[in-house]
Structures are given as C-alpha cells and as structure tokens.
C-alpha cells in the first residue's frame, strides 16, 4: 500500500510539474514577441531616414538658389565699371573720361603755332641747348643755340618743330632727343557776336563748342534768339560759311552739342522779336514829341 501511495504522489508531482510548465510556455512565446517587436523599431527608423532623405535635396536646391545670388552679386561688383546713357544704354565710365581726353589731346596735337603763342624746347641731357618760356614773335621765327638763323614755327605743330630742330641738332649731337611743348596758346582766337551778355574777340585755350563758347560771352540775352544761332566759318577761297545751330535744342537735350569751333570762326547770336519790339518801343517817345512839334497830341 505504501508503495501504490508513493507512486500516486509521484505520479500528482509529475502531473503538476508538466501543467505548469505548459502554462508557463504561453509567456515565453510572448516574451519572444515581445523581443522581435522591440527589434521591429530599427526598420521603421530606416523608413524615417528614406523619409528624411528629401531634406538633402531641399539642401542642393538652396545650393542652386545661393548660386544665382552670387551671379548677381559678381553682376553688381560689375555694375559700377559702366554708366547709364541719357537713353538708357550701358556705357562705360572709362569711355566718356578717355573721350574727353582724347579730345583735349587732340587739340593741343594738331595745333598751329602762331605769334603769341608760348613754347618749350627741351634736349634730353643738353640743357645748354634747351629753352623755355619762347614768345612766339609775328615774324613766326624763333632763335635756338647754334641756329643763328631759327626756325619758322608759324603754322606748323609741336612735333614738326620738334622734327625740325632735331635735323639742325644733328650736326652737333650724336641722335639728340628734342621735344617741344606748347606751354600757352595765344595764337587761336574766335569771337562772339550779337545778343550775347559780352560780345568780343577771345583766346581759343582750349577745344571749345558752340554753347561754351556762348557760355564764356556771358550767354544769350533775353532779346537772342536761341534757335537761329549760326557759325561763320572761313572757307579755303576766302568765303565766310554760315553753320547754323539750334541752341535752344541743345539747351533742351533734343540736339547734341557736336560742333567745336575752329580758329577764327564767328559765333553769332541774332535777335528775337523782343528785340524788334525794344526797336519799336524806342521810337515811341521820338514820335510823341514830333506829333506835339506839329501841334497835334
């Protein structure tokens, strides 16, 4: 009896023992669940980084906006090397500056010498043979060392007389380098007549135009007619040409102010009709006192 009682008990452990090894399996399972879900993160996080991906390419797309800006940027360092013409073109600065350079060079190089005028002669490492501060006389001849003679300067420009003295120098200098300055123009005159505020003969010093000229007579009076302005230009027989020019025009920005004068010209300046009105007004007192002389009123 002992012994079926021992087995019995056995038997109930091991019955026991195996119920609740099954009951405890549901919770492994779970718990290996468990485990593979808390593994499952890292693949959503992959997803979260293609999703994050884009940003990258927002990144290239700014890269392609700053881009443009920096074109801009370079474009506007650019800008101030050019000047907006009065009709909206790009000019160069530079351009405009070399211009008007460009156009006082040309007038002191292609200058006639005449009396009055005032030169320079320079021989590079000769001074004995250099001179300054020389008068042109109205004979238009000027006296060097060794050329007892002179040169006849009337008419000719700075480097012809440079040529010149140069040949003469030859005989006594081994290549001698002569050149010749213009130090004062007194040689080159116009003049500016009519309703100006002071008409007369002036110095040329420089390139001048048709409204500077004005300018330096002291501009156009209130009886001037602006628009009938003309230049007297002496042609090769002799003849005075009349060059007409709309001042008021070129006051107005409609016309350019291309035409310089050159040596000897004229400028004339014609009057308006509040001139011939003056004209009028000025007889008005002569007539009143001849219609009293007579006896009328």
Not at 113 to 130: K, N, W
Not at 163 to 187: F, M, N, T
């Amino acid at each position: 009896m002992k012994k079926r009682l021992t087995q019995t008990i056995v038997l109930a452990s091991a019955l026991i023992i195996t119920t609740s090894a099954f009951a405890q399996s549901p919770t492994t399972t779970t718990r290996q669940r468990r485990t593979a879900s808390d593994v499952a993160p890292p693949a959503v996080t992959e997803k979260k980084a293609a999703d994050v991906a884009p940003p990258a390419a927002t990144e290239n797309k700014v890269a392609d906006v700053v881009q443009p800006v920096a074109t801009e940027n370079k474009a506007a360092e650019l800008a101030p090397a050019t000047a907006t013409t009065a009709n909206g073109n790009a000019q160069p600065q530079s351009t405009e500056e070399d211009a008007i350079v460009q156009s006082y060079n040309n007038f002191f190089s292609s200058y006639k010498l005449g009396p009055e005028d005032i030169l320079s002669v320079t021989v590079f490492g000769q001074d004995r043979y250099s001179r300054s501060g020389i008068k042109i006389p109205p004979s238009g001849r000027i006296s060097l060392a060794l050329i007892p003679d002179g040169i006849f300067v009337n008419g000719k420009t700075v480097d012809q007389v440079a040529e010149l003295i140069k040949k003469r120098y030859d005989e006594y200098i081994i290549e001698p380098q002569v050149s010749v300055s213009l130090d004062q123009a007194g040689s080159y005159r116009y003049s500016v007549i009519g309703d100006v505020g002071q008409p007369g003969i002036r110095l040329m010093t420089r390139r001048l135009s048709v409204t500077e000229a004005i300018a330096e007579a002291g501009g156009v009076l209130q009886t001037g007619d602006k628009k009938k302005v003309y230049v007297l230009r002496k042609q090769a027989n002799g003849n005075l040409q009349p060059i007409p020019v709309n001042v008021s025009a070129i006051y107005k920005g409609q016309a350019p102010d291309s035409l310089y004068l050159n040596p000897g010209d004229q400028v004339v300046v014609p009057g308006n009709r509040w001139k011939t009105f003056d004209k009028i007004s000025g007889f008005l007192p002569i007539l009143s006192f001849a219609r009293i002389f007579a006896g009328g009123f």
